[in-house]
């Protein structure tokens, strides 16, 4: 008998489950109805149009409702609006949007994928037209032919999410003056405080105008104005704040949603009716790591689940694992990434973890391109097993993360990561790879090896006049240095015990943690009980501009320290 | 009491088993012997001098005896060959190569770190002052002053390993005329044939002149001769045919040596005497895949074995978990690497083995430098575990590499890495990885639920006249096509099923195996029962010169689809 499929949502998780099904079922009836213009565009790629990185919008559409017809005798309805379930019938009633008309169609299975909708506060001005929201390519080809005007200056991004920053980059790029607007006191959330310094950084280098900490209040004719009462130039507006799962007619249908407000599926991706699956950015997932469930708005996940869903469907076994969060975004001349737990969402989740932060070269020093790499390892204390890391810099910084994406959903440890064996040349890496390195580190931490104290406390012993260590040599210190820091060369300090207190806690730095590491060692060794390795040292702590004061002669070594 | 540890050799292995000495414990007495002028030298970065990317052969050396002891209070000694190990006495017997005179040290560990040497095989004109090996920082220093020389032009490389095809590339960016000779038919034997060609293609493309299959025969005025007799010019010759690790000084001491012709060492590094370590090149490691000794010379592991080494003198237990072999090498405008087993060394090993070989784009289609890049994966049969893999493309191909490095690690398979949850941004990757999708046309070969014929068939198939249909749209197939292949579009075969036999074998290609894929899987659901995807497809097969005369119209494919 053949089966007669519906699809709703033609993009990423729609468009992968059509095609699955038409691979296993030749005879399969499929039929995808498409609110918008377009199936099966690059949702991703959106932002690249307004720098014209992507200088033809149409090029964001990856295939045409006649490709779909020819090569997968897959129907792709567009302008069609799916109103209604009426699940006792096993039919959609549909809204034909060119004629107005409705419809209905029946199914055999229906698969929902109708995504997730940007977030409209109700505000002052909201619905102004100078307004706009990023969810397909209509809306991108509106904002670009709006700002396209000859009086346009100014435009302000609210939300620092990634349609948000990349919003932000492409315009700053298509060299308008951007104001990014954030309610939180950083950007991007899977990345720690420490190093969204980093991505702040790379923003306001390269002109984008920063307002954390801060939200968006009423928009008015030439301008923006925030909770704080702060008043932003902008012609127009971009809002990015977030985005809604699109559960209305799933709920309408009543169809279980979950604690997230997501659709809630089980593990094959089957609502709560055991004929209509639910897959992409509408649906709650497992998060494996933090063991409940949560949303996330990916495309690789969704395709994963469009797989599994249409699998499922011919009987198909699948595996469902959760998920753990996997991303990366190229900003400006860097490039970011990040996977698992970040340090604030273990601490949120109550479990008990430690973490490595380590600024290695991203290949052999001597190398053209070489340029440092931050590298956060989250792990699990005591276990040791791998829990999250993040990593920016210039070079590929995205294939450490997946390494270490790899290990987490491997159950691996920081045992297990030491030993990794990894390709290298001195062009594309170095010998020991920063994962093997950052284990190392971990596995010493674990252990109690030694101590260290993390870039966050380091305003505490400054002001509280703790006894600080600047290991470098001394050029390096007078290039600027903390105040009240030490000099004692690591080439020095076995001459110059005695400056040493063994009665005191002695925290040391130099410039990347590898000097002040040895000498911690050595120190131990020698007796020394209370002696601290501060992680970060001077590259990290000279991230953040509020410890601007705890610093003197700063200018050189930022600059050094420069991506650019 | 205090320790003493006594290590012989410099690089690598040396300097890190030393320095982590060192951190374990201040007190002991640690002292290095050098046969060279230089201490940890970046072997791996010798050939890149001889271009100028590395303009300043000092930049070579990356610490001197001086940084040593001063922050490591090591004792560096260069110029220092030592002689004998008198095992009794618990000591060394050392040469200063610069007095000429011997003394004796005494140890309490002793660590062999001595390397590998270059092979020089006995045969007319080998000790000629224009032929040259690459070891070290004098050697290249040596070669860079020779072919300075004004009258300089043609250079002849000797081997086509890591180092004969850096030192080729390095000099062809020098803009010398450079021939590489290799015994074997293809260079770099990390990666199976149909890969190598990809990397013969890149280096014929930027001007190396490669004679295969052959052999040095003998070295003359201005020329050598090949074992074929085919007589290259060369005023210079580079040979870098192989290693040999060095031996001598722990055989002569009556220390094992392994089956391999290196030193044999136990799970802690340990030789046959309980107070002499080997570590790096010099020893046989343990191939965890093969199950038997290998020989590896990487500078990952070797670091990975000095600090075990250490670390086992100081009662710290360390794991043992053998060697993979995982390495990477820039070559002109691409980068390879590989892992693991390649698909001739499990055949050789009589491991029950099956492969995936994709050409996906390294990043999303329409974003700025997007290119193919060639992936092979090698699974066991029929357990899905994952062997191997190998990786070519202008992209960040290491990245996926280290995936696979950390699943073969972790004892991964097919159904683990296709639920693998990578990092993704449009500039820097897909949503689906090709490591994703290797794993589940993998999967579908494990499972039988499509078959494939690989590359290196199709000549069988054309010359025997198969029916072979070419599933791209008319105007590719225009461009250039195999003769006797019958042009079926995917777009069109739904209404052209009378044109396919089912009663004979079909096989079917398009241009990267994508569409053939789905008419594969249709064919199969319409009751044809033997239907075969062409691995590799249109672009796998056109890398190969001796395809040539199966295809008509090829040159517009071939350009097409150069890496430049």
Same mark, same amino acid.
């Given at each position: 008998?053949?089966k007669k499929v519906l699809v709703?949502?033609?993009?990423?998780?729609?468009?992968?489950v059509a095609?699955?099904v038409r691979?296993?079922d030749?005879?399969a009836e499929v039929i995808m109805?498409?609110?918008?213009?377009?199936?099966?565009?690059?949702?991703?790629?959106?932002?690249?149009?307004?720098?014209?990185?992507?200088?033809?919008?149409?090029?964001?559409?990856?295939?045409?409702?006649?490709?779909?017809?020819?090569?997968?005798?897959i129907?792709?309805?567009?302008?069609?609006?799916?109103?209604?379930?009426?699940?006792?019938?096993?039919?959609?009633?549909?809204?034909?949007?060119?004629?107005?008309?409705?419809?209905?169609?029946?199914y055999d299975k229906l698969v929902?994928?109708?995504?997730?909708?940007?977030?409209?506060?109700?505000?002052?001005?909201?619905?102004?037209?100078?307004?706009? &929201?990023?969810?397909?390519?209509?809306?991108?080809?509106?904002? =670009?032919?709006?700002?396209?005007?000859?009086?346009?200056?100014?435009?302000?991004?609210?939300?620092?999410?990634?349609?948000?920053?990349?919003?932000?980059?492409?315009?700053?790029?298509?060299?308008?003056?951007?104001? %990014?607007?954030?309610?939180?006191?950083?950007?991007?959330?899977?990345?720690?405080?420490?190093?969204?310094?980093?991505?702040?950084?790379?923003?306001?280098?390269?002109?984008?105008?920063?307002?954390?900490?801060?939200?968006?209040?009423?928009?008015?004719?030439?301008?923006?104005? &925030?909770?704080?009462?702060?008043?932003?130039?902008?012609?127009?507006?971009?809002?990015?704040?977030?985005?809604?799962?699109?559960?209305?007619?799933?709920?309408?249908?009543?169809?279980?949603?979950?604690?997230?407000?997501?659709?809630?599926?089980?593990?094959?991706?089957?609502?709560?009716?055991?004929?209509?699956y +639910?897959?992409?950015?509408?649906?709650?997932?497992?998060? #494996?790591?933090?063991?409940?469930?949560? #949303?996330?708005?990916?495309?690789?996940?969704?395709?994963?689940?469009?797989?599994?869903a249409a699998?499922?469907m011919?009987?198909?076994?699948?595996?469902?694992?959760?998920?753990?969060?996997?991303?990366?975004?190229?900003?400006?001349?860097?490039?970011?990434?990040?996977?698992?737990?970040?340090?604030?969402?273990?601490? =949120?989740?109550?479990?008990?973890?430690?973490?490595?932060?380590?600024?290695?070269?991203?290949?052999?020093?001597?190398?053209?391109?070489?340029?440092?790499?931050?590298?956060?390892?989250?792990?699990?204390?005591?276990?040791?097993?791998?829990?999250?890391?993040?990593?920016?810099?210039?070079?590929?910084?995205?294939?450490?993360?997946?390494?270490?994406?790899?290990?987490?959903?491997?159950?691996?440890?920081?045992?297990?990561?030491?030993?990794?064996?990894?390709?290298?040349?001195?062009?594309?890496?170095?010998?020991?790879?920063?994962?093997?390195?950052?284990?190392?580190?971990?596995?010493?931490? %674990?252990?109690? #090896?030694?101590?260290?104290?993390?870039?966050?406390?380091?305003?505490?012993?400054?002001?509280?006049?703790?006894?600080?260590?600047?290991?470098?040599?001394?050029?390096?210190?007078?290039?600027?240095?903390?105040?009240?820091?030490?000099?004692?060369?690591?080439?020095?300090?076995?001459?110059?015990?005695?400056?040493?207190?063994?009665? =005191?806690?002695?925290?040391?730095?130099? #410039?990347?943690?590898?000097?002040?590491?040895?000498?911690?060692? +050595?120190? =131990?060794?020698?007796?020394?009980?209370?002696?601290?390795?501060?992680?970060?040292?001077?590259?990290?702590?000279?991230?953040?501009?509020?410890?601007?004061? %705890?610093?003197?002669?700063?200018?050189?070594?930022?600059?050094?320290?420069?991506?650019?």
């Amino acid at each position: 008998m053949t089966k007669k499929v519906l699809v709703v949502g033609g993009v990423a998780g729609g468009a992968s489950v059509a095609a699955r099904v038409r691979r296993l079922d030749e005879s399969a009836e499929v039929i995808m109805f498409e609110k918008g213009p377009h199936v099966s565009f690059s949702n991703c790629s959106l932002p690249y149009h307004l720098s014209g990185i992507v200088e033809e919008s149409e090029k964001l559409v990856l295939m045409s409702p006649e490709i779909f017809k020819d090569r997968y005798n897959i129907e792709a309805r567009v302008h069609q609006e799916v109103m209604q379930i009426n699940r006792e019938k096993k039919t959609i009633t549909v809204k034909d949007l060119m004629t107005n008309e409705t419809y209905e169609e029946s199914y055999d299975k229906l698969v929902l994928s109708p995504g997730a909708s940007p977030i409209r506060p109700n505000l002052e001005g909201i619905n102004n037209s100078n307004v706009f &929201t990023v969810r397909n390519v209509v809306d991108i080809e509106n904002i =670009q032919s709006y700002i396209m005007q000859k009086d346009m200056k100014d435009i302000a991004v609210i939300g620092g999410g990634f349609i948000g920053v990349e919003v932000a980059e492409n315009l700053k790029l298509a060299d308008y003056n951007v104001t %990014l607007v954030e309610f939180a006191n950083q950007v991007m959330a899977p990345f720690d405080y420490d190093m969204a310094q980093i991505l702040h950084k790379e923003m306001t280098d390269h002109g984008v105008e920063l307002v954390l900490d801060d939200g968006l209040a009423k928009i008015a004719d030439g301008f923006v104005t &925030t909770n704080s009462g702060k008043n932003i130039d902008a012609q127009a507006v971009i809002l990015a704040i977030g985005v809604r799962p699109e559960t209305s007619l799933a709920s309408d249908a009543g169809l279980e949603i979950g604690e997230t407000g997501a659709i809630k599926v089980d593990h094959h991706y089957l609502t709560s009716d055991k004929d209509i699956y +639910a897959v992409g950015d509408a649906i709650e997932v497992y998060h #494996r790591l933090l063991r409940k469930p949560t #949303r996330l708005a990916l495309a690789g996940p969704a395709q994963k689940q469009a797989r599994a869903a249409a699998d499922h469907m011919y009987g198909i076994p699948n595996k469902n694992i959760g998920v753990i969060g996997s991303s990366s975004i190229h900003l400006f001349d860097v490039n970011a990434a990040s996977t698992g737990l970040n340090a604030r969402t273990a601490q =949120q989740a109550g479990i008990n973890h430690d973490y490595v932060y380590l600024m290695p070269g991203d290949k052999v020093g001597l190398m053209p391109n070489s340029n440092p790499m931050h590298f956060k390892l989250i792990f699990e204390y005591p276990t040791g097993r791998i829990l999250g890391a993040q990593a920016i810099g210039k070079g590929n910084v995205d294939k450490r993360i997946d390494v270490i994406a790899t290990m987490i959903t491997m159950n691996g440890t920081l045992e297990d990561l030491k030993d990794l064996e990894l390709s290298y040349s001195p062009m594309l890496g170095t010998a020991k790879d920063v994962v093997n390195h950052a284990a190392l580190v971990g596995r010493n931490l %674990l252990q109690g #090896r030694y101590k260290e104290v993390k870039v966050s406390q380091v305003r505490e012993l400054v002001e509280s006049n703790a006894f600080i260590i600047d290991a470098r040599e001394e050029n390096e210190y007078h290039a600027g240095h903390f105040i009240h820091a030490v000099n004692i060369p690591l080439s020095q300090f076995r001459q110059r015990l005695d400056e040493i207190p063994k009665d =005191q806690a002695v925290y040391i730095h130099c #410039r990347s943690g590898q000097r002040s590491y040895n000498m911690v060692m +050595a120190l =131990q060794n020698l007796g020394y009980e209370n002696v601290y390795n501060i992680s970060g040292s001077y590259l990290g702590v000279n991230l953040y501009e509020y410890f601007n004061d %705890l610093v003197t002669g700063r200018d050189k070594i930022v600059t050094e320290y420069n991506f650019k």
